[in-house]
């Protein structure tokens, strides 16, 4: 499951209950804030304690006052060693979080991409050789492009940064050997509260070529009050992605 929570608590814990029986739970835009009074021995009126939004299914990995993703994983799965894999730089909107399974390593590249500055990409195209394998990536990545959104040639407003998006798709399906799973006719994945705005389609899934996932859905029942609809699919377990084969950007093999 992924979905943009918009740093709302309520959007967040209703996500978290709904899914309450799900696996994995990629959110971009958590909350953050107080949660309550802890003891202190400098301040007889306590220490504020924040965090953010807590479940009691779900181990959070990555959550801090400054990260724009984090990723809640369910205690059924604690003895995979469910943990963030370290890359090579830090960056507040790119995490990847991995779980053992039969021997089996499968890894998930959440991605929260601001539509100004488009940290992730840039952190993305900077780590492109030295980011592990993925199996998924998946996330609000605030990009339009015909290859997930069809209107996108016949409307010169949702074109603009498609150079940004087609940078997305070398490094993601290129570089790490993915494919997208959204279908160029698919539903809008925003859908704003205010009704004069457009629909778009900015929440997307990439899963490794050797994976086929089943029943990705784009949830309009699930998003409370989020602008941002809810995706998910159902990962096939007995199956291994073998390691990538990088390629360089600009090589003929790469284009």
């Given at each position: 499951?992924?979905?943009?929570?918009?740093?709302?608590?309520?959007?967040?814990?209703?996500?978290?209950?709904?899914?309450?029986?799900?696996?994995?739970?990629?959110?971009?835009?958590?909350?953050?804030?107080?949660?309550?009074?802890?003891?202190?021995?400098?301040?007889?009126?306590?220490?504020?304690?924040?965090?953010?939004?807590?479940?009691?299914?779900?181990?959070?990995?990555?959550?801090?006052?400054?990260?724009r993703v984090c990723t809640y994983v369910n205690k059924k799965w604690a003895k995979s060693g469910p943990r963030l894999v370290p890359l090579s730089n830090q960056c507040i909107d790119v995490q990847c979080v991995a779980l053992t399974i039969d021997n089996k390593e499968f890894t998930f590249?959440?991605?929260?991409?601001?539509?100004?500055?488009?940290?992730?990409?840039?952190?993305?195209?900077?780590?492109?050789?030295?980011?592990?394998?993925?199996?998924?990536?998946?996330?609000?990545?605030?990009?339009?492009?015909?290859?997930?959104?069809?209107?996108?040639?016949?409307?010169?407003?949702?074109?603009?940064?498609?150079?940004?998006?087609?940078?997305?798709?070398?490094?993601?399906?290129?570089?790490?050997?993915?494919?997208?799973?959204?279908?160029?006719?698919?539903?809008?994945?925003?859908?704003?509260?205010?009704?004069?705005?457009?629909?778009?389609?900015?929440?997307?899934?990439?899963?490794?070529?050797?994976?086929?996932?089943?029943?990705?859905?784009?949830?309009?029942?699930?998003?409370?009050?989020?602008?941002?609809?809810?995706?998910?699919?159902?990962?096939?377990?007995?199956?291994?992605?073998?390691?990538?084969?990088?390629?360089?950007?600009?090589?003929?093999?790469?284009?």
């Amino acid at each position: 499951v992924s979905a943009n929570v918009q740093k709302s608590s309520f959007n967040l814990t209703a996500l978290l209950e709904r899914h309450r029986d799900d696996d994995i739970i990629c959110v971009q835009e958590p909350p953050w804030g107080f949660i309550k009074k802890v003891a202190s021995t400098k301040n007889k009126e306590g220490d504020d304690y924040e965090n953010t939004t807590t479940n009691r299914n779900f181990i959070c990995l990555g959550a801090s006052a400054k990260s724009r993703v984090c990723t809640y994983v369910n205690k059924k799965w604690a003895k995979s060693g469910p943990r963030l894999v370290p890359l090579s730089n830090q960056c507040i909107d790119v995490q990847c979080v991995a779980l053992t399974i039969d021997n089996k390593e499968f890894t998930f590249l959440n991605v929260y991409n601001d539509s100004k500055e488009f940290t992730a990409l840039n952190f993305l195209a900077d780590c492109e050789d030295t980011l592990p394998d993925v199996t998924f990536a998946v996330g609000d990545f605030n990009l339009h492009h015909q290859r997930w959104d069809k209107t996108t040639r016949l409307n010169p407003r949702r074109a603009r940064n498609r150079n940004k998006a087609s940078e997305l798709l070398e490094v993601i399906e290129i570089q790490n050997d993915l494919r997208l799973i959204n279908e160029e006719d698919g539903p809008p994945t925003w859908i704003s509260n205010n009704q004069d705005l457009e629909e778009y389609v900015l929440d997307l899934l990439f899963v490794h070529n050797t994976i086929q996932p089943s029943n990705f859905m784009i949830n309009d029942d699930d998003r409370s009050s989020s602008d941002h609809k809810v995706l998910s699919w159902e990962i096939p377990v007995g199956s291994r992605h073998p390691p990538r084969r990088t390629i360089k950007r600009g090589s003929i093999a790469g284009g």
